[in-house]
Structure formats: C-alpha cells, structure tokens
C-alpha cells in the first residue's frame, strides 16, 4: 500500500471516514466523517473562525444551499461553469476528456470540446477501464440542478461555491459595516459540483465544505493597515517566473509585494494568513508553497491569483486555497443582472470641486410615454455620451426592446459642483478554502510508521512505568515492561501526529487495569478534563500497551494512566504520544497541566518529574 491507502485504511478503520451509502453499494464522490472525522474536520472549521472571524473581524452570514437560477446567471455558472465530458461506448463509464489527453498534448486544458475529440481519436486513446472506444466529448455542466416549489416551479442550483450568497447581500453587509471599507464576511458550509468522475477520495467530492472569505476593498488603496504584521514572514512562492524555471523561491511578503510578484498588500497580507492557519491546524511547512496562476489560467475576472498548495505522496501538489484579487467583477455582473447598483459611498477628507457630465431625464414626460418602463428609460439614457444625446431622436435598449426618444424629454449639460464622496465599486479579495483537502492533508502529513524498538532507543525509554526499579515491576505482571513489546513481535508503530490544535481526542485517560479502586479515580479526572472543555477518551479496553496504540493511531498527544501507586501517592502517569517519554504528576490540578500543555505549548519535562525505566 501507499500512504494514501495507508491514510484511507487507518481512517476507516478509527472512525475517521467512511464511505457514503455503503450498504448500498457505495457512490462516488461522497465520504460520511465518523466520530473522530467529524471532531478533527470541526476544530479545523473552528480554527479557521478564530483567524477570519475573531482575528480578523469578519463576520460570519449563513445563506440557503439552493440558489435561484439567476444568481448563477449573474455569476456565470449557468453559461460557463462546465468541464469536458467522455463517455465510453461499451462500458458507459464517464471522463473528464481533457485529462485523457494531459500524456499526449500540455494545451488539454485549454482545448474545445471539439479538439478533444480529434486528439482522442488521433492518438487512438481507449478506455481505462475496458479498452472500449470513447464517444465525442462535450461540455457538462457541473451544477446540480433542481426545482423550487410544486410542479415545475422555479429553476434553481444546489450552490456550487459560497462565495455568491455574500455577493448578494452586499447592499446589507455594507450597511451593516456602516458603509466603511474595507469591511468582510465570510461563510462556512456544503457546496455541490456534479464532479465528471471523483476517484481521488475527499480531495475530489459531489458535495464538499467550503470556508470562503469575501473582504471587499477600496480599489484606490490596497495596502493593509496590519501589513507589518507578515511583512518579514518567509514563504515559498511558485510564481509565474519560478513555473518557467520550474524551481520555487523563498522570498518575504514584503519582497514580494515591492517587485510585483504579489499584486499588492492586501493580496500578500492574506496568503501570509494562510500560510498562518496551515501550519497551525498541521501542515507540514516542507511540504506547503503557493503557486501563481499561469496568465493563460488565471481566470477572467481575476488580476492576482495563488494556491495554497501541499504536496502529496500519491497525487503530487494539491491545491487546498486559493487567494485571488477577484476585481469587481462580481459586484458589477450582480448589479446588471438584478438591475440594482452595489456600491459604496465613500466620503473625501475635503469636499472637491467637481466638472461632470449630467443627464436629467424628464420623467414628467416620460411617465406617461412609456409607463412602466419609464425608470428603465431614464436609467438607459443616463448611460448615453453627449454625442448620442444631441440626436432628435435617442435609441436606448431596455430588456432586450429598442425604444426611441425624443430629444425634448431630457436635458444634459457640463455643471461644476461641490462633491462630498463618489460612489465605488469594492474590488473583493477572496481567499477560498476546501476544508475536505485540508482534512486529507492534516492527515496524511500527520501519518506515521515507526519503529518502536528503535524510538524507545532514541529516547532512552526502558518501560512504561513508573522507575521505582526492576524488582518492582517484576512483581506486577500485568504491567508493560517494555513499549517495544507492546505489541509482541510486531514493532511498527502507526502514529497520527496531530496538533494539539486540531487533534479529535486531546487526552486518554486509562486505569492500568479494569479494577474499581483504579476505574474510580479515572472518571474523577475525566470529569476534572471535560470542566476544562478538553476532548477525553475513558478507555479500559485491553492491555495498557494496546490503549496506547490505539491512541497513537488516533493522534491523541496525552495519555493518563492510573495505576496502583496513585492510591498511595496520589500522582498519575502522563506519556506523551511523540516522543512516548513519561511524567509522574499529582492528580491535583491535573486538569491545569494538561490544558497548558495542550494550549499554552507548556514544555512537557516541565509539567512533572521526568522519569526512565
């Protein structure tokens, strides 16, 4: 097995993740988290509050996962959100098409659905799974698409991206910022593309978690009032130069702001953020960059785009954020569509004298000349140059229709007034993240094998007791001895090294044996930990030695053991997962030692008496 296989094993077997459906077969695409999948997967999502909502002080809206259709229109989903479809003829299994090609020609993303064909058919590219011939490729929408009430109702989308709920709450995320860029908001929650053909687990999903954050800035000024705060952080950078190279570079945010390789402050501020939460929830910093999109990737509405991307065994670098100066595209494609402006008023320091071009429709007369559509009218000639106003007779087009106007129902001239503000548009940065890659990534870089004789060695353990000598804990049998022998003849060690940050279960609490007088005193100290608000696992199951594996294997960083000496001097052993060393700590306040170990990176000698055996 590889490391993913590895990584999937481990977490079906723990309760980490389970596939979806499966007494029915199974279907792609779709993952159900266990008990300690959910738990882990939370307290990434919680993290990430901490940084964007707590820190950074943009608050968090929760929108429908169903959309009306158009909203997606406006946001181009319905037109263009679509990926190449292939099927074969003699299996029916479905493919991406440009990915059939990726060995044969680098422009397959790039490609019509047309060329893709030819170059399947060229180059003679056959099934995977049968060998069966393949159809003409063509474009699949990936939305999930559905009804909104009885009968045919009204067309409507399962979401596809958080990211437009926040775009159509504009107008009230402004007021509620009282007006005053930049200002934020971010969301947490399903999202559903209607993948061609998921086989790469909870990195590639039908229905996936996205935590998006829309932070809408003043065009004008895109440096960050807390910029100073990353400015000297050291990253690894893959830009577009780099790509040509094919070598990253380490360089500071402030390095890479000033010789434009990052657009600006904002845009470097939060890729130094995400670089921040990363490594906190456990990514391994050797194994992270961020990847400039290429020119002719970069997509339509963006001016800067990066990845946040780790790097996998099985799949190579896996994009798991993107950070994108997303312009004011969206704000502009809402405001067409809806027909409602979104902007912001933003006031001078110093009232300005101002020359300007002024349209005043009549709309006395227009009323009665055109009704309902009067307001359209003046809106559309409002438009209009000087030029095109000077004719008799104006053209103006409202919803689809070409109307004509005569000259004498609206007037126009230069006039110089004094302005207090103008109206803008926020530029959004978004930085997006996919928390189910996250998941895989904290996971596989946390996974382990070691090897138990030579780690005790390492770090000169002899026991698993206290070291009160041979001849003590020759007289208890039941005792482990030797954490090499733990298992038998079996010397590996599976290990999850999670951060205290993000880890399912903080601490196991373990009675060396299933006895009353020693089971007493543990539910004592589980019921001290929950007061904490720590993650607890009671576990009596099976030898001491085998507890410590199967907390090994679920990541917990604390293992607590009562044994017979903590009825005499009331004291505990505390082990610690990584280095598998142990203290000996007095039961009380026990609770305050390993809450300032887990959240105060407490340094673990200094929490009791070390011990060797």
């Given at each position: 097995?590889?490391?993913?296989?590895?990584?999937?094993?481990?977490?079906?077997?723990?309760?980490?993740?389970?596939?979806?459906?499966?007494?029915?077969?199974?279907?792609?695409?779709?993952?159900?988290?266990?008990?300690?999948?959910?738990?882990?997967?939370?307290?990434?999502?919680?993290?990430?509050?901490?940084?964007?909502?707590?820190?950074?002080?943009?608050?968090?809206?929760?929108?429908?996962?169903?959309?009306?259709?158009?909203?997606?229109?406006?946001?181009?989903?319905?037109?263009?959100?679509?990926?190449?479809?292939?099927?074969?003829?003699?299996?029916?299994?479905?493919?991406?098409a440009?990915?059939?090609?990726?060995?044969?020609?680098?422009a397959?993303?790039?490609?019509?659905?047309?060329?893709?064909?030819?170059?399947?058919r060229?180059?003679?590219i056959?099934?995977?799974?049968?060998?069966?011939?393949?159809?003409?490729?063509?474009?699949?929408?990936?939305?999930?698409?559905?009804?909104?009430?009885?009968?045919?109702?009204?067309?409507?989308?399962?979401?596809?991206?958080?990211?437009?709920?926040?775009?159509?709450?504009?107008?009230?995320?402004?007021?509620?910022?009282?007006?005053?860029?930049?200002?934020?908001?971010?969301?947490?929650?399903?999202?559903y593309?209607?993948?061609?053909?998921?086989?790469?687990?909870?990195?590639?999903?039908?229905?996936?978690?996205?935590?998006?954050?829309?932070?809408?800035v003043?065009?004008?000024?895109?440096?960050?009032?807390?910029?100073?705060?990353?400015?000297?952080?050291?990253?690894?950078?893959?830009?577009?130069?780099?790509?040509?190279?094919?070598?990253?570079?380490?360089?500071?945010?402030r390095?890479?702001?000033?010789?434009?390789?990052?657009?600006?402050?904002?845009l470097?501020?939060?890729?130094?953020?995400?670089?921040?939460?990363?490594?906190?929830?456990?990514?391994?910093?050797?194994?992270?960059?961020?990847?400039?999109?290429?020119?002719?990737?970069?997509?339509?509405?963006?001016?800067?785009?990066?990845?946040?991307?780790i790097?996998?065994e099985?799949?190579g670098?896996?994009?798991?954020?993107?950070?994108?100066?997303r312009?004011?595209?969206?704000?502009?494609?809402?405001a067409?569509?809806?027909?409602?402006?979104?902007?912001?008023?933003?006031?001078?320091?110093?009232?300005?004298?101002?020359t300007?071009?002024?349209?005043?429709?009549?709309?006395?007369?227009?009323?009665?000349?055109f009704?309902?559509?009067?307001?359209?009218?003046?809106?559309?000639?409002?438009?209009?140059?000087e030029?095109?106003?000077?004719?008799?007779?104006?053209?103006?087009?409202?919803d689809?229709?070409e109307?004509?106007?005569?000259?004498?129902?609206?007037?126009?001239?230069?006039?110089?007034?004094?302005?207090?503000?103008?109206?803008?548009?926020?530029?959004v940065?978004?930085?997006?993240?996919?928390?189910?890659?996250?998941?895989?990534?904290?996971?596989?870089?946390a996974?382990?094998?070691?090897?138990?004789?030579?780690?005790?060695?390492?770090?000169?353990?002899?026991?698993?007791?206290?070291?009160?000598?041979?001849?003590?804990?020759?007289?208890?049998?039941?005792?482990?001895?030797d954490?090499?022998?733990?298992?038998?003849?079996?010397?590996?060690?599976?290990?999850?090294?999670?951060?205290s940050?993000?880890?399912?279960?903080?601490?196991?609490?373990?009675?060396?044996?299933?006895?009353?007088?020693?089971?007493?005193?543990?539910?004592?100290?589980?019921?001290?930990?929950?007061?904490?608000?720590?993650?607890?696992?009671?576990?009596?199951?099976?030898?001491?030695?085998?507890?410590?594996?199967?907390?090994?294997?679920?990541?917990?960083?604390?293992?607590?053991?009562?044994?017979?000496?903590?009825?005499?001097?009331?004291?505990?052993?505390?082990?610690?997962?990584?280095?598998?060393?142990?203290?000996?700590?007095?039961?009380?306040?026990?609770?305050?030692?390993?809450?300032?170990?887990?959240?105060?990176?407490?340094?673990?000698?200094?929490?009791?008496k070390?011990?060797?055996?």
């Amino acid at each position: 097995m590889d490391k993913y296989e590895k990584v999937f094993e481990l977490a079906k077997r723990r309760g980490f993740l389970w596939n979806s459906f499966e007494l029915y077969g199974g279907s792609r695409g779709f993952y159900d988290y266990g008990p300690l999948g959910s738990t882990l997967k939370r307290r990434i999502e919680q993290i990430w509050r901490e940084f964007y909502v707590i820190q950074e002080g943009h608050m968090e809206i929760e929108c429908p996962t169903i959309g009306i259709e158009e909203v997606f229109i406006a946001s181009g989903h319905v037109g263009g959100f679509s990926d190449p479809l292939c099927e074969c003829m003699n299996c029916k299994e479905a493919f991406r098409a440009d990915h059939l090609v990726e060995d044969v020609t680098e422009a397959a993303g790039t490609l019509s659905a047309e060329d893709l064909t030819r170059v399947i058919r060229e180059n003679e590219i056959r099934c995977p799974e049968c060998g069966g011939e393949f159809g003409e490729a063509y474009e699949f929408n990936l939305m999930f698409k559905t009804t909104i009430g009885p009968g045919t109702g009204r067309q409507g989308y399962l979401r596809p991206e958080t990211a437009q709920g926040m775009f159509v709450d504009f107008q009230r995320l402004s007021r509620f910022y009282r007006d005053k860029l930049p200002f934020g908001a971010v969301q947490i929650g399903k999202s559903y593309r209607n993948e061609i053909a998921p086989r790469q687990g909870v990195i590639r999903l039908r229905e996936f978690t996205q935590a998006e954050c829309e932070i809408f800035v003043d065009p004008r000024n895109k440096k960050h009032p807390n910029f100073e705060r990353f400015a000297d952080k050291e990253l690894v950078l893959y830009s577009q130069e780099a790509q040509k190279k094919g070598e990253s570079i380490r360089m500071t945010v402030r390095e890479a702001v000033k010789s434009g390789i990052i657009a600006h402050e904002v845009l470097g501020y939060n890729i130094a953020l995400t670089n921040e939460f990363l490594t906190k929830v456990g990514m391994d910093p050797a194994k992270l960059r961020f990847r400039q999109h290429l020119t002719d990737e970069m997509a339509h509405y963006a001016i800067d785009c990066w990845d946040a991307e780790i790097e996998t065994e099985r799949f190579g670098w896996v994009e798991i954020v993107g950070i994108a100066d997303r312009t004011d595209y969206d704000l502009k494609a809402h405001a067409r569509v809806s027909k409602t402006d979104l902007y912001v008023y933003v006031e001078y320091d110093e009232p300005k004298m101002v020359t300007r071009f002024v349209v005043k429709p009549n709309m006395a007369k227009l009323g009665p000349l055109f009704k309902g559509k009067a307001k359209a009218v003046a809106d559309a000639l409002k438009q209009l140059s000087e030029e095109e106003l000077s004719k008799d007779q104006i053209k103006v087009t409202v919803d689809g229709e070409e109307l004509t106007v005569s000259s004498d129902v609206v007037d126009f001239a230069e006039e110089t007034v004094k302005v207090s503000g103008e109206n803008v548009i926020p530029h959004v940065i978004e930085p997006s993240y996919g928390i189910d890659r996250i998941f895989y990534g904290v996971m596989e870089h946390a996974f382990d094998e070691e090897n138990v004789a030579q780690k005790a060695a390492e770090s000169g353990l002899k026991g698993a007791e206290a070291a009160e000598g041979v001849e003590k804990a020759e007289k208890r049998p039941e005792a482990v001895k030797d954490e090499s022998e733990v298992e038998g003849e079996e010397e590996a060690r599976l290990v999850m090294h999670f951060s205290s940050a993000v880890a399912p279960v903080q601490v196991a609490v373990l009675p060396l044996l299933t006895r009353k007088e020693l089971a007493d005193p543990a539910k004592e100290i589980v019921a001290k930990l929950r007061e904490k608000n720590l993650l607890v696992n009671y576990d009596d199951s099976g030898t001491i030695g085998r507890r410590y594996r199967r907390n090994d294997e679920i990541g917990t960083p604390y293992s607590v053991t009562v044994d017979y000496d903590t009825l005499q001097d009331g004291t505990v052993t505390i082990r610690d997962r990584d280095s598998m060393r142990q203290i000996r700590a007095p039961i009380d306040g026990i609770e305050n030692v390993l809450y300032e170990l887990i959240y105060r990176g407490r340094n673990f000698e200094s929490a009791g008496k070390p011990f060797n055996f």
